[in-house]
């Protein structure tokens, strides 16, 4: 089932843009119509970042969320599949691009948007650094290995968690800037609660050790979903980062993430419980 539901999605990304677009908007209607776990998750997220959102309008937006999280899978079959012209047609680098100049030790910041896959692939196509990222194995192995290929096309350097951080830092050190995604919900363990949208989240302070422990910049990189494929923001560095107070790194990475939902707000990763874990005394939303 998994290999005929993978194939499905690498010959529908030959399709035109727009028409994969249109199915995406689709597929994204059913999955909210149908998968109410999901769609429970979604509307708890945003009720708690938004209070302000009448239900109407936060009904609207997760529906938006939806579709914009079926169009950005339907994508990976043209962004792991299609020619490289293609890719060079529908991604675009822009921003602060300056900032990638060079062999400084730089971790980018990537916040979980639709777009997280695309603004990777965007590096390691058009980039002219060698790029390192941290992958989670997927619990299905047909799924897995598609994605560990996906990722791997253009190169670039993908470590498992189980590898620790010795290698993240020696690749940092030699120059090949980070990907980090440290803004989920990876248990309490090693987390610190820090507030998000002004509730306590689990949220690991990679950000800051990485930067600190390699003397690395830090650059955020925004991925947006646009009509004509994506657009990758490359962001100035933050000034005064890390700080050497961890949980006062942590807490602005979350208020600076804030600012950055806020601009596309549907295409953020809400199907996530980013506020699973909870302080002693506090019960998850869920």
Not at 90 to 96: E, S, T
Not at 178 to 192: I, K, T, V
Not at 213 to 230: D, E, F, H, M, Q
Request: aromatic share 12%.
């Amino acid at each position: 089932m998994s290999r005929w539901i993978l194939r499905c999605i690498e010959v529908l990304g030959r399709l035109p843009l727009p028409l994969l677009r249109g199915l995406g908007v689709v597929l994204g209607w059913a999955l909210y119509l149908l998968v109410r776990s999901r769609r429970r998750v979604v509307d708890i997220n945003l009720t708690i970042c938004f209070p302000e959102w009448t239900p109407s309008f936060r009904r609207r937006q997760s529906i938006r969320t939806f579709v914009a999280f079926a169009q950005a899978w339907l994508d990976r079959g043209w962004l792991w599949h299609a020619s490289p012209e293609v890719l060079r047609e529908r991604l675009r680098l822009c921003g602060a691009l300056e900032e990638l100049v060079g062999d400084a030790p730089t971790v980018l910041f990537a916040p979980h948007f639709v777009g997280l896959d695309a603004g990777w692939t965007a590096l390691t196509q058009q980039g002219k650094r060698s790029f390192t990222t941290i992958y989670t194995d997927q619990a299905n192995k047909v799924a897995d290995a598609w994605i560990l290929a996906g990722r791997k096309r253009f190169g670039g350097r993908l470590f498992g968690r189980i590898e620790g951080v010795k290698p993240i830092i020696a690749g940092l050190k030699a120059g090949e800037p980070l990907y980090l995604l440290p803004d989920m919900n990876f248990g309490s363990e090693e987390s610190l609660f820090v507030p998000f949208f002004g509730r306590p989240a689990a949220t690991v302070p990679s950000l800051s050790r990485f930067a600190r422990l390699s003397r690395a910049k830090v650059v955020p990189i925004l991925c947006r979903l646009t009509s004509n494929g994506y657009e990758i923001e490359v962001l100035p560095a933050w000034m005064d980062f890390p700080s050497g107070d961890l949980e006062a790194d942590t807490a602005r990475m979350n208020r600076t993430l804030e600012t950055y939902i806020k601009q596309m707000p549907e295409q953020y990763y809400w199907v996530h419980k980013r506020f699973k874990d909870q302080p002693a005394g506090m019960t998850p939303p869920y």
